[in-house]
């Protein structure tokens, strides 16, 4: 059994390092969302040498989300010029700029500017690094990857909750700016992938590639794979792409994880992250400082998170989507009732655990709602429309997630927070049933396997055969489709007409 899990270590501590490496960004991009709840409750004092209104702490919330339209933009010209791996590095420059304009902070402006960098950077990230993972991972842990690089932003964010407790703004970004520059030092010493050499008819680079990323595998079998897969997808500019994924087969693709951030966003996922100090000063909690509670609530987040790193390639992703959304309900229900409860003029005192227990429940975000989307962005699309997928993936994204941050204090002015909180409950049920009854499953299935399920929902044959399970094996191979050649010649002529 030790041989056994060192060899697997062998095999795959290449993939495991790239994945360390990324997750430096994505915990940078998490310190600035963690930024956002400690010192946007100390701005908005009376007392506070840098004073802001509720207008311009509105403003600093939206511009974030904002940003991403433009780094979307900038992320989809990148990897279609210079590759993933090198359009991850680039995206390191705007963050970097936004804790340069936290050190120097002394009016809302610099915070504005801050935040429209680090928006950027989110959109160039998120759009970027989905690609590149896809591209290196083997297909059983891929999802434990890129899960482990999204876990990266609530690690951030807790980290931030600390740090924006107990130090000044400048010290914070002093840090935060020391570890956007690591990123921006180790990142360029990893291999591209395969699939970039490949591309680029470089197939000695690619051998050497695979031998670096995929120890002790047949190498000829998987640059074969990658040839396949990569001839398959084609060679297309902007126009013939955005043709092709419009085509039925790619289009269900989009119009399926475009409407799951869609609800995600609108959901205001985000937005309670963004104001949860706010929001438990406002609830009268005091058994505990609220600055303290951020910082329990994003504890327990981060091992959420590392949790749903070991199960989404055992129990799969719709199961985790399924529970995800199911507690966010739960805790947005509850934070709705106390407000509620309040406004009847019930004791605060005696109502102290609801908000507590809401924001418990509400961390589950980190369970599904937060890598599940990732991971699947990274799966459902063919290697040449995966940058144009993740542009519009991310344009959509952080368009309602604008939408959602800068309605949120308007519609609780408007009506109140039960109402608001309620109406989050209500779409992230909607949520939940699309992800479970919509969302194919993926765990375990190599790209080309989950290719042919979105095609072909009803054919099961075929993708039970295409799992990942001996995927690299050839006897296992020539097994498997022997196999399928049995059940297929069994089957009624209906499914016959499917494939």
């Not at 591209?135 to 980290?159: Q, Y």
């Not at 400048?170 to 030092?185: N, Q, T, Y």
């Not at 227990?357 to 799966?379: K, N, Q, R, W």
Request: hydrophobic share 45%.
């Amino acid at each position: 059994m030790k041989l056994k899990v060192t060899e697997t270590f062998v095999r795959v501590w290449p993939q495991w390092a790239t994945c360390m490496t990324v997750t430096l960004l994505s915990i940078s991009v998490g310190l600035k969302i963690g930024w956002t709840s400690p010192y946007l409750a100390q701005l908005t004092k009376e007392d506070s040498p840098l004073h802001i209104t509720d207008d311009e702490a509105t403003w600093i919330v939206s511009l974030l989300p904002f940003g991403r339209l433009f780094g979307a933009m900038v992320g989809y010209v990148a990897m279609e010029y210079y590759g993933s791996k090198r359009s991850l590095l680039i995206s390191g420059i705007p963050i970097m700029i936004s804790w340069i304009c936290i050190i120097f902070a002394n009016s809302a402006v610099w915070l504005y500017v801050s935040r429209l960098c680090a928006g950027m950077c989110f959109g160039m990230f998120y759009g970027c690094f989905a690609m590149y993972m896809g591209e290196v991972a083997a297909p059983e842990i891929r999802g434990a990857l890129v899960s482990t690089i999204i876990n990266g932003l609530p690690f951030g964010t807790l980290i931030g909750s600390i740090m924006g407790s107990q130090v000044s703004m400048m010290c914070f970004g002093l840090v935060s700016l020391v570890l956007a520059i690591c990123f921006m030092m180790i990142f360029p010493l990893l291999p591209q992938s395969p699939h970039h050499y490949v591309r680029n008819n470089n197939s000695i680079e690619a051998r050497k590639t695979i031998q670096w990323y995929h120890r002790k595998s047949n190498v000829n079998m998987e640059l074969e794979v990658i040839e396949n897969f990569v001839r398959s997808s084609g060679s297309m500019n902007f126009r013939h792409k955005l043709k092709h994924i419009t085509e039925k087969k790619n289009r269900r693709s989009l119009i399926l994880i475009i409407f799951l951030y869609i609800f995600m966003q609108l959901s205001g996922v985000n937005t309670v992250t963004y104001y949860m100090e706010i929001i438990i000063r406002k609830a009268k909690v005091t058994i505990l400082e609220p600055a303290t509670i951020v910082i329990i609530v994003n504890g327990i987040g981060i091992a959420v998170g590392w949790i749903s790193v070991y199960l989404i390639d055992r129990y799969g992703r719709r199961v985790l989507m399924a529970v995800s959304c199911g507690c966010v309900i739960i805790g947005m229900v509850l934070l709705g009732l106390h407000f509620m409860l309040l406004e009847q003029n019930f004791d605060s005192k005696n109502l102290e655990w609801l908000p507590i227990l809401a924001m418990i429940f509400y961390v589950m975000i980190s369970i599904g709602l937060i890598p599940v989307p990732s991971t699947l962005l990274s799966e459902f699309f063919p290697d040449d429309l995966k940058s144009i997928a993740g542009f519009a993936v991310s344009i959509t994204s952080a368009l309602f997630a604008f939408v959602s941050s800068a309605t949120y204090q308007p519609m609780i002015d408007l009506t109140s927070e039960k109402y608001v909180y309620w109406m989050y409950a209500m779409i992230m049920i909607v949520c939940m049933i699309y992800s479970f009854t919509e969302i194919p499953e993926t765990k375990g299935k190599t790209l080309q396997s989950i290719s042919h399920r979105l095609i072909f929902p009803q054919d099961t044959i075929l993708n039970d055969t295409m799992s990942t399970g001996n995927t690299r094996d050839a006897a296992g191979e020539a097994e498997r489709k022997e196999k399928f050649k049995r059940e297929r010649n069994n089957k009624n002529s209906s499914i016959l007409n499917c494939l």
